[in-house]
Nanobody
Framework: QVQLVESGGGLVQPGGSLRLSCAAS????????MKWYHQAPGKEREWVAT???????NYGDSVKGRVTISRDGAKNTVYLQMNSLKSEDTAVYYC?????????WGQGTHVTVSS
């Protein structure tokens, strides 16, 4: 079973940047679309970005223009580069893909945007 492990979260000041990583235990990027979600305290999990197996990217309205999703097939890793961070970006960030047995999630990585 494929496992996903997120990393790269932390405390950053407003306006700062972070790059999140999601390492997969198998070579899945050529098959499945990979997604990032975030879940702020007290709120539902919300979709952030997608990169399809063909490399097409899409972004949620709240992050469009500030984040970039990318992947490195050789490293089986998906990235989320986040710039111009705002306090409302504070959340746990999860990567995800929808496989034949359902949705796969990592454990999440915490991002806190605060001065």
């Amino acid at each position: 079973q494929v496992q996903l492990v997120e990393s790269g979260g932390g405390l950053v000041q407003p306006g700062g940047s972070l790059r999140l990583s999601c390492a997969a235990s198998g070579s899945i990027f050529s098959i499945y679309a990979m997604k990032w979600y975030h879940q702020a305290p007290g709120k539902e999990r919300e979709w952030v970005a997608t990169i399809t197996s063909g490399g097409t990217t899409n972004y949620g309205d709240s992050v469009k223009g500030r984040v970039t999703i990318s992947r490195d097939g050789a490293k089986n890793t998906v990235y989320l580069q986040m710039n111009s961070l705002k306090s409302e970006d504070t959340a746990v960030y999860y990567c995800n893909f929808l496989g034949p047995r359902g949705a796969y999630w990592g454990q999440g990585t915490h991002v806190t945007v605060s001065s």
